[in-house]
């Protein structure tokens, strides 16, 4: 079944213990992306990737890191988390670029306190 | 459920209804538009997109209308079902596929029995 997967989907953490987000997909897709959502700001772009090796900044990329080492993986890395950061994350894929569908996972609720 | 669609404004139709909903963007530069669906619990689904060379487009029971003159983007879902019922969001990106992707707020729909 093509699907992006998240993990884990539900963790609670305190402030500066540094947490990753594990996003993988199976369709072979070149472009990956991260969103965070938070209630009256809707879904905002953290970080894409084009390509293997390929990153870049979003909209609101502050206090977060990626890597693209493989097609597959795109993991989002909060070396030290801050209560500001509770969000719910989602991870997406698409073909080529964000003119084409994206796949989005089912979504990571992230709490910092 | 999760708590994204607080403070969302709602669009509540009556079961086998039409629902139109609008969307203004910000970008006159904007080359395509999508339309995705999120219920509760899950991630954004892609339901349909449109190019900016366009001004209609049709999939099953949905039709997206552009307006590029006003900056206006709408939605129509036909013969509306309980399984309509979602925040829907629209987005945007630019003239080149590489940009990044802008969310709207989202709006709810409701489907009144």
């Known amino acids: 079944e093509a699907q992006v997967t998240q993990n884990p989907r539900y963790l609670i953490t305190v402030t500066g213990k540094k947490l990753t987000v594990t996003c993988s997909q199976n369709?072979?897709?070149?472009?990956m992306s991260w969103y965070r959502q938070d209630p009256g700001l809707g879904l905002r772009q953290i970080y894409y990737?084009?390509?293997?090796?390929?990153?870049d900044k979003g909209d609101v990329p502050e206090g977060y890191k990626v890597s693209r080492k493989e097609k597959r993986n795109f993991p989002l890395i909060l070396e030290s988390p801050s209560p500001n950061q509770t969000s719910l994350y989602f991870c997406a894929s698409s073909l080529g670029g964000t003119s084409y569908e994206q796949y989005f996972g089912p979504g990571t609720r992230l709490t910092v306190t | 459920g999760e708590s994204v669609g607080l403070h969302l404004p709602t669009l509540s139709v009556q079961e086998g209804d039409n629902s139109i909903i609008n969307c203004a963007y910000s970008?006159?530069?904007?080359?395509?538009f999508i339309w995705y669906k999120q219920e509760s619990g899950k991630g954004p689904q892609f339901i349909i997109d449109?190019?900016?060379?366009?001004d209609k487009r049709q999939g099953q029971r949905v039709t997206v209308l552009l307006n590029k003159t006003v900056k206006h983007l709408s939605l129509q879902i036909a013969a509306t079902q309980p399984g309509d019922s979602a925040v829907y969001f629209c987005?945007?990106?630019?003239?080149?596929?590489?940009?990044?992707?802008?969310f709207g707020k989202g709006t709810r729909l409701h489907i009144l029995p």
């Open positions: 369709m072979n897709h070149e472009y």
């Open positions: 970008n006159s530069a904007s080359d395509y």
């Open positions: 449109i190019r900016s060379n366009m």
């Open positions: 990737s084009m390509n293997v090796e390929v990153t």
């Open positions: 987005a945007e990106n630019g003239m080149n596929r590489d940009d990044k992707i802008i």
